[in-house]
T-cell receptor
Framework: IAGITQAPTSQILAAGRRMTLRCTQD?????MYWYRQDLGLGLRLIHY???????GKGEVPDGYSVSRANTDDFPLTLASAVPSQTSVYFC????????????FGSGTQLSVL | KNQVEQSPQSLIILEGKNCTLQ??????????LRWYKQDTGRGPVSLTI?????NTKSNGRYTATLDADTKQSSLHITASQLSDSASYIC???????????FGKGTLLTVNP
């Protein structure tokens, strides 16, 4: 049982470079999410997708973009990375966008230098 | 502004002991409150979800309580084990998973 798979596990990136974080789920969940987790802060929503073909902005969307071409994949792209994007990124999913629990991936540790 | 405050920030207990973690929230509207366990280097894993009408919910040695009137919740861990060492995160939902408010977590360390 895979659940949610994120790749890479960790990455060191030079500022200004483009980076795509990958997220794949095998639970056929309609809703998917990207969060960032920083020391001393709660998880913050970057972008979400209610269903394939639709996306929405979360609390901290600037500098990030997402796409949802199919149910299983939800990549997160940093077009031009900046040091403030150094963080741990978690992808999550739920059957719908309402009151079910979220299932999280294991995270991607990203360092932008 | 919606907020979820957790206490204590960190806690160290001996294996076999019980402990209680606190969560106070000022989130409106309110639909449900969730507790997650996050092991170091891993993503959060759901422990419980409680709606407005539920006062208590258990998941093995974990028991969550909710007082919607005072906007407080607690997570009680019974007979702690070394594997309980983790961060415990309180999350409040207004009814949409796109508007969750996360607490900063309580870091629990269980020592032998």
């Amino acid at each position: 049982i895979a659940g949610i798979t994120q790749a890479p596990t960790s990455q060191i990136l030079a500022a200004g470079r483009r980076m795509t974080l990958r997220c794949t789920q095998d639970m056929r969940h309609n809703a998917m999410y990207w969060y960032r987790q920083d020391l001393g802060l709660g998880l913050r929503l970057i972008h979400y997708s209610n269903t394939a073909g639709t996306t929405g902005k979360g609390e901290v969307p600037d500098g990030y973009s997402v796409s949802r071409a199919n149910t299983d994949d939800f990549p997160l792209t940093l077009a031009s990375a900046v040091p403030s994007q150094t963080s741990v990124y978690f992808c999550a999913s739920s059957p719908t966008g309402t009151n079910e629990k979220l299932f999280f991936g294991s995270g991607t540790q990203l360092s932008v230098l | 502004k919606n907020q979820v405050e957790q206490s204590p920030q960190s806690l160290i207990i001996l294996e076999g002991k019980n402990c209680t973690l606190q969560c106070n929230y000022t989130v409106s509207p309110f639909s449900n409150l969730r507790w997650y366990k996050q092991d170091t280097g891993r993503g959060p894993v759901s422990l419980t979800i409680m709606t407005f009408s539920e006062n208590t919910k258990s998941n093995g040695r974990y028991t969550a309580t909710l007082d919607a009137d005072t906007k407080q919740s607690s997570l009680h861990i019974t007979a702690s084990q070394l594997s309980d060492s983790a961060s415990y995160i309180c999350v409040v939902s207004p009814g949409s998973n796109y508007k969750l408010t996360f607490g900063k977590g309580t870091l629990l360390t269980v020592n032998p």
